[in-house]
């Protein structure tokens, strides 16, 4: 009902942008877009005229009537207050000292972070049975809660998105099946409720989308595959006989498989641009979208709250009750790449499974070493293949690292035919160094690890036979080539399914890490799920590599990402919505990370990358464990007036912030909180120059009725709890606690000296070098235990 205006009003501004290009070709090119955020709607409801509203302040901006025209490319109006244009810089100037106006920002991209992972989660034994005990049961399997995915869009007819057994839409259901090229209302069934597509934003910056030269539709359905893979990893249903050429066979299944799916399509070739973003999410809130799962984000140089459409999209729809799921960023294994590290989205990284897919190299000299693929085809068995590196195999026009590394057009096919190729991993996708050494005539790929891979092997379903190895490994490789020269030798041998893999899980090397670099108080990312080699549903637009010379067609695919480990979490959280509908999103982040995991399948700290120890840096909180997190035991509790005093404490005070959650009579408080006491389940200290207190309050949901405190401290820091034990008498019941911070010398026990007072808490963080530099902070646990329910918060400090 509501979405008719809406769509008439969409098609017409479209027209008015296509008028407007060819009317203000000078104007134009000087132009770019941005995003006008006015907060929220001042009264509960919507003002009837805000498009008028929105279209008089761009009036006002640019000028004239005139030359407002088709400038307009969204008109936020559901929940979130704003617009987006096209415009000048001083226009954009202006516009950011007009009433009502909070920030004026670009309108940039952002990028996409590219099973048996349920069992391995504990939801369901290997035999298939479900216990009492787990959370699919005691949630129905997330039973009519609605998850909507911020991605590439969905492939419908894939039978993940069946609605065999499912009963009508819920009423509460606002949103809308948006047509398109191939995509039409049938597309959309009691499964996959809704779907949407933007894509203003996206032209705005790069022009007309291209479909005969991308293959792209301009409708919800997806051609590159991702958001067909995250929607089925989140609310997937069961599908039996799913496998990849064999590999991996088994069911597919999603978090929440009674969930019901909305499709919001942001992400386009190139990017996922803000304006679109913004508007996904005033759509989505709107619409009725309890969990929001977005695989996608920025890197470093991150930008600040009121120019990010991610933050203050989420925020708005946290403040309307529902739970954001955010990837971290596969930028690892970087320091401080965290990205999409606001305090109320769940911030997710990415690590193993139990599962792999063995395949060796055997070397002409006997031995073998063994990496992983999914490539389907094999070697001929009967014989050894010539083994030779790439960098000695490249056309003379190409230099020695471009050779090695296989990029396009450096392989002399003379070198290169019939024979097993080396190249090294780095810059060209590893997918695409497959393409090029089959191209040249290559009979197979041995993809070596540099060491700033390490032991990460990512299962890759390879165009020829082969398989990658460790940067250890690969040393082994390369000294046997150099030794044997034109008489190396080598056989690739066919992947195997291996379940049960110890130690498990470890983190992925390329899960982006702490500490974080815009806000280094709060503590990113918040948990860890499985990221790596999950299989899930893949649209049938396009080959399971990225390339365009691949023409195999699947309906599932295994891929690696932080953006695969997001939807699992976004599942957990929709059974978690399903089995407590009036928990606040903080409270469901709080029991998963309370209950996360800090342990692999051996019972052994995680281990990183490299096989060290892995931190919180790495993990957050720890490894997502659904069926405990149904049962928490305590909540870190927060409201969207807390996070609202926590913008106020970056030190961002304008009286336009009064309308930033809709309520007329606030802004910040003249004594607004420190940062460090938001409620968060976590503890970050990057300055601590003497004692430092810090408050939390608990919020009792079982067990009990007595919790004490168990101290971990980080090493030269002192810790203590305040009071150490408290007894709750009623359910949802909330006790504060205080926990002091306080640097100890080297040898000291037990006793502190004497520093200097307590700093004021300062406005907007100053984050400095030492600050990012992971070395210089220590990590510890604060755990509250009934005896039976461990409820666990990180602890780090810089002493
Ligand atoms: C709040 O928004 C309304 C319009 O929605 C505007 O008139 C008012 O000036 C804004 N308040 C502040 C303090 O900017
Ligand atoms: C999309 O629709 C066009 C026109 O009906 C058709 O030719 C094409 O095969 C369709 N593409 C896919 C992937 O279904
Ligand atoms: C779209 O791409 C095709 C193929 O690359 C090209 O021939 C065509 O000119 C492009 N169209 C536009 C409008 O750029
Ligand atoms: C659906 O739309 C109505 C009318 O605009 C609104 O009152 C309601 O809150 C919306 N539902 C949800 C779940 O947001
Ligand atoms: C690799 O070597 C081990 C012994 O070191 C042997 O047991 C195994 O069969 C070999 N694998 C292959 C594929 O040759
Ligand atoms: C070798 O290949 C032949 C035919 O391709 C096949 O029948 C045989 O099973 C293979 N042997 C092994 C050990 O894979
Ligand atoms: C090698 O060639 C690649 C592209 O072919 C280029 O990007 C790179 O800068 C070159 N490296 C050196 C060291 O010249
Ligand atoms: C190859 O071996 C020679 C000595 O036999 C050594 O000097 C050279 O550094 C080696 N090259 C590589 C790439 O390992
Ligand atoms: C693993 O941790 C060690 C020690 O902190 C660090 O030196 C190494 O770079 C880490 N490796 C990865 C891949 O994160
Ligand atoms: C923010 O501004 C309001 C009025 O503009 C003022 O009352 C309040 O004290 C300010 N808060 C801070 C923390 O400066
Ligand atoms: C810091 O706090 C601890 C614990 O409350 C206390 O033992 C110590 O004396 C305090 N030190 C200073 C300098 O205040
Ligand atoms: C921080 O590190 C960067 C790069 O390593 C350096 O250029 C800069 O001077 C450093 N700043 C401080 C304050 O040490």
């Known amino acids: ?27 134009v090119a000087s132009a770019s877009s941005y995003i006008v955020y006015m907060g929220s709607h001042a009264h509960e409801e919507v003002p009837s005229g805000i498009d008028a509203y929105h279209q008089e302040l761009l009036v006002r901006a640019v000028g004239r009537q005139e030359d ?27 516009l950011s000292d007009m009433p009502g106006v909070v920030a004026v920002f670009p309108n940039r991209a952002h990028r996409l972070h590219t099973t048996r992972s349920w069992e391995f989660l504990d939801l369901e034994h290997s035999s298939g049975a479900r216990s009492p005990r787990s959370l699919w049961t005691k949630a129905n399997l997330g039973e009519d809660v609605i998850v ?19 009963g009508p839409i819920p ?29 203003k934003g996206y032209e705005a910056v790069n022009g007309k989308l291209n479909v005969s030269s991308t293959g792209e539709f301009v409708s919800p359905r997806d051609k590159e595959g991702h958001g067909t893979h995250t929607s089925s990893t989140a609310v997937g249903n069961f599908v039996k006989g799913a496998s990849i050429f064999g590999f ?42 309890d969990i929001f799962s977005l695989s996608l984000g920025s890197g470093p140089p991150l930008s600040n709250f009121f120019s990010d459409a991610i933050a203050i999209g989420s925020f708005h729809a946290v403040s309307a009750g529902r739970v954001v799921v955010c990837s971290a960023g596969n930028d690892g294994p970087t320091p401080a790449s965290v990205g999409n590290v606001a305090p109320w989205i769940i911030t997710v990284a990415a690590s193993s499974m139990d599962r792999s897919f063995p395949s060796s190299v055997v070397l002409g000299d006997g031995s073998n070493y063994t990496g992983a693929s999914l490539s389907e085809t094999r070697l001929a068995n009967d014989s050894m293949y010539p083994l030779v590196y790439a960098g000695d195999a490249r056309l003379s026009s190409a230099n020695e690292s471009a050779g090695a590394m296989c990029f396009p057009g450096t392989l002399d096919p003379t070198k290169v035919k019939g024979k097993i190729v080396a190249c ?45 190895l460790s940067a250890s490994q690969a040393q082994y490789v390369l000294k046997y080539i150099n030794q044997s020269r034109s008489s190396a030798t080598a056989f690739v041998t066919f992947p195997k399914t291996l379940l049960g893999a110890k130690f498990a899980p470890q983190m992925a090397s390329f899960s982006s890490q702490g500490p974080n670099s815009l806000y280094p108080d709060i503590l990113k990312p918040d948990v860890t799920a499985p990221g790596l080699n999950i299989l899930a549903a893949w649209t049938e637009a396009s080959a399971p590599t990225a390339d365009a010379d691949d023409h195999r067609r699947v309906k599932f695919n295994v891929i690696s990402g932080t953006s695969m480990s997001c939807p699992h979490v976004a599942g957990v959280a929709a059974l978690l919505r399903a089995l407590y509908p009036t928990w606040s999103p903080a409270a469901i982040k709080s029991a998963m990370m309370t209950t996360a995991t800090h342990h692999d399948n051996g019972m052994q700290p995680i281990l990183n990358g490299s096989m060290e120890e892995a931190t919180p840096f790495n993990y957050g909180a720890g490894h ?4 405990a997190a149904a049962d928490p035991g305590l909540l870190y509790d927060a409201s969207a007036n807390d996070y609202f005093l926590f913008i106020c404490g970056l030190g961002y005070n304008r009286s336009a912030l009064t309308n930033l959650t809709g309520s007329t009579d606030k802004g910040c408080p003249s004594d607004v909180p420190s940062l460090l006491d938001l409620n968060y389940p976590s503890f970050s200290l990057s300055k601590l120059t003497g004692n430092r207190t810090v408050s939390r309050t608990l919020t009792y949901v079982g067990g009990g009725p007595t919790y004490r405190a168990v101290l971990r401290p980080p090493r030269a820091v002192g810790v203590e ?79």
């Open 624 to 627: 997502v464990n659904p069926n």
């Open 171 to 199: 009423s509460r259901w606002n949103g809308t099946c948006q047509t398109g090229m191939n995509f039409t209302t049938a597309n959309c069934n009691r499964k996959l409720i809704g779907a949407r597509y933007f894509l």
């Open 248 to 289: 991996a066979e088994g069911m597919a299944k999603g978090g929440a498989p009674r969930a019901r799916l909305a499709v919001y399509k942001v992400c386009w070739p190139g990017g996922c641009y803000d304006a679109d973003i913004l508007a996904a999410f005033d759509a989505a809130i709107h619409d009725g979208v």
């Open 424 to 468: 090294l991993r780095g810059v060209t996708p590893r997918v695409d160094k497959g393409s090029v050494v089959k191209e040249a005539g290559g009979a197979g790929l041995v993809l070596l690890n540099q060491p700033s891979d390490a032991d990460e092997i990512i299962s890759d379903p390879h165009i020829l036979p082969a398989t990658q």
């Open 68 to 94: 407002a025209e088709g400038r307009l490319l969204y008109s936020y109006k559901n929940v979130i207050n704003g617009f987006s244009a096209v415009l000048d810089p001083h226009h954009a100037d202006r």
């Open 721 to 799: 709890v305040v009071p150490s034990q408290l007894s709750f008498t009623k359910l949802g019941e909330k006790q504060t606690f205080h926990i002091t911070f306080w640097p100890r010398r080297r040898h000291e026990k037990g006793t502190a000296s004497s520093f200097q007072a307590v700093p004021p808490p300062t406005g907007s963080p100053v984050v400095d070098n030492d600050t990012l530099t992971p070395s210089s902070w220590n990590f510890g646990y604060l755990t509250w235990t009934d005896g039976t329910h461990l409820v666990s918060s990180p602890i780090a400090v810089i002493p």
């Open 1 to 27: 009902m509501a979405d008719k205006p809406l769509r008439f009003y969409l098609a017409l501004l479209s027209s008015f942008l296509l008028v407007n290009s060819a009317m203000y070709p000078v104007s």
């Open 148 to 166: 909507g995915m911020f991605d590439t869009g969905v492939w419908p007819e894939a039978e993940s998105f069946d609605d065999d057994g499912f």
